[in-house]
């Protein structure tokens, strides 16, 4: 299958700090990608879907101030979280996807912990 | 109603037994279905996509029934690797909706 990347793979930050999270596509062209968020024993959550070169599309109750995403080429999207506080700490998974009714391939991951 | 929709289990089964999921999705429109797997703390890993005319891979076995609205997935001759939580994904046109995942658990 295709290869996502995700840096960094771990995170330990203060609170109020802003963090960047970046997703690559190694060997395609990901003309979506996708941004989840897991907590522990829990399922995958959506947050956003973003398309190359247009504005990200937020699921409801997932504030875009506070999470804002980036995707300005075909093998890269960025995810910030801002002013990061404890209850963001979480898994943030990232995936791509080559077209629209395409499987998607999924970043290993970021392991965020806010202090 | 989720939109997506599986047992969460979790299945605790004998190695070599077989086991089978279904999850069933609400919007009639889909037009894409896989079977991910997850193991913990790892991202998930796509298993196989599930065509109209149901498709094998080794053990694995999935099949569609849209009139029904459900996807279903076969493992047979189940291994200790095969624990994991397996994950029902729907496409609509880009709109990926996944289930909640149903856990299994092969034991010695």
């Known amino acids: 299958g295709a290869v996502v990347s995700q840096h960094p793979s771990w995170v330990i930050c203060k609170s109020g700090t802003s963090v960047k999270i970046e997703c690559r596509s190694l060997?395609?062209?990901?003309?979506?990608m996708f941004w989840y968020r897991q907590f522990p024993k829990q399922s995958l959550m959506l947050m956003a879907t973003?398309?190359?070169?247009?504005?990200?599309?937020?699921e409801q109750g997932v504030e875009k101030d506070k999470f804002l995403i980036n995707h300005a080429s075909l093998t890269l999207s960025t995810l910030t979280v801002t002013s990061a506080h404890p209850e963001d700490s979480s898994f943030y998974i990232c995936?791509?996807?080559?077209?629209?009714?395409?499987?998607?391939?999924f970043g290993p991951g970021t392991r965020l912990t806010v202090l | 109603r989720k939109e997506v929709e599986q047992d969460p289990g979790p299945f605790n089964v004998p190695e070599g037994a077989t086991v089978a999921f279904n999850c069933t999705y609400s919007?009639?429109?889909?037009?894409?279905f896989f079977w991910y797997r997850q193991d913990c703390r790892k991202e998930p890993k796509l298993l196989m996509s599930?065509?109209?005319s149901g498709n094998e891979d080794g053990r694995f076995t999935a099949q569609l029934n849209r009139a029904s609205q459900y996807i279903s997935l076969l493992i047979r001759d189940s291994k200790l690797s095969d624990s994991a939580t397996y994950l029902c994904?729907?496409?609509?046109?880009?709109?990926?909706?996944f289930g909640a995942g149903t856990r299994l658990t092969v034991k010695p």
């Open positions: 995936s791509a996807s080559s077209g629209s009714l395409n499987e998607q391939f």
């Open positions: 060997d395609f062209q990901a003309t979506t």
């Open positions: 973003s398309n190359e070169g247009s504005k990200a599309t937020y």
């Open positions: 919007n009639s429109a889909s037009q894409s």
């Open positions: 599930v065509y109209s």
């Open positions: 994904v729907v496409n609509s046109l880009g709109d990926m909706r």
